[in-house]
């Protein structure tokens, strides 16, 4: 049913200067792994093993990490240095993995429009790797595909944010049709906190059913100039239906310095040391 998922990579990730002048910002690691590592672990946990990137220029390193050294393998073949290597081969040995280029910057609409070259005419799922997730049980995506198994539209990860911080995200406003799950009624991206329909803001995971694509090509730029993912789900709510689920699990914000500490206190705390010592 659901295979395939989209992580648009192309952002220059300009607040980590220097460290992104010739790195990928998805490449830089929590504690041992790449960030971008944690989001395609979360999406083959929920059953896409089909795994599509937008990327641009300066972006190969993430091509080179879901694909086997050869030289590196052979030199720690046999010695106990090769487990370093096994959480990395079991998501290149479980998944498949695409590339396709976002030639100009013109937001996040438009890089997921360039994924159709990847995705067809299926739904499918998109993932900002900015956006860490973490859920003890089930992961945030394999929640929105359980939903998506039931309801069969498209749906977006909310989660209530303090009004200081509303402007960052894109906010929805909806109906609560069961226990964390809304029927959205509008979509605002970025909106000031006066102008903010809720305090419930969209994190960067996505389930989008195909016709978005012309959604998309129908969306004019919006806010910075850009063509906006939200404005096009916008349209597609108001003629069908859109749901925001208020996902379990917590989510740091590894697009800014603070959150991407946090993260990493969290992951070496948490996950790391743990998996050391076990
Ligand atoms: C994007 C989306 C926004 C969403 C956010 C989640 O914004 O445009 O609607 O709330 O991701 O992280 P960005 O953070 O890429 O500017």
Redesign the pocket.
């Known amino acids: 049913m659901l295979k395939k998922c989209l992580f648009p990579v192309a ?1 220059y990730g300009t607040r980590f200067l220097p460290a992104t002048k010739a790195m990928p910002k998805e490449m830089l690691p929590l504690v041992n792994k790449p960030l971008v590592q944690y989001g395609v672990e979360e999406a083959i946990e929920a059953g896409l093993t089909e795994i599509g990137f937008v990327t641009g220029r300066g972006k190969r390193a993430i091509e080179d990490h879901f694909d086997t050294n050869f030289e590196l393998e052979q030199q720690i073949a046999g010695t106990g240095k090769e487990r370093y290597l096994d959480c990395v081969r079991q998501v290149i040995d479980s998944a498949s993995f695409s590339y396709t280029r976002q030639g100009e910057m013109r ?2 609409g438009d890089a997921i429009l360039q994924g159709q070259r990847l995705i067809g005419d299926e739904a499918f799922a998109v993932v ?1 790797a ?2 860490l997730c973490l859920n003890e049980e089930v992961g945030v995506l394999g929640q929105m595909v359980q939903l998506y198994k039931q309801f069969r539209c498209s749906i977006v990860a909310v989660e209530e944010v303090p009004k200081e911080q509303i402007h ?4 929805i406003a909806g109906n609560e049709i069961k226990p964390d799950l809304f029927q959205v009624t509008d979509m605002v ?2 909106p000031s906190a006066e102008d903010a329909p809720s305090n419930m ?4 995971r996505y389930i989008l059913t195909p016709d978005i694509f012309d959604l998309i090509r129908e969306t004019p730029p919006g ?1 910075n100039g850009e063509v ?3 404005d096009a789900l916008l349209t597609q709510a108001k003629r069908g239906c859109v749901l925001a689920y208020r996902f379990k699990g917590r989510r740091f ?1 590894c ?1 800014s310095v603070d959150g991407f500490i946090e993260a990493t206190n969290h992951v070496y705390k948490n996950i790391y040391l743990p998996g050391e010592k076990g």
């Open positions: 952002g937001g996040l900002l900015d956006d960052k995200f894109g906010v991206e970025k803001a969209i994190i960067g806010k906006q993912i939200t914000d697009g």
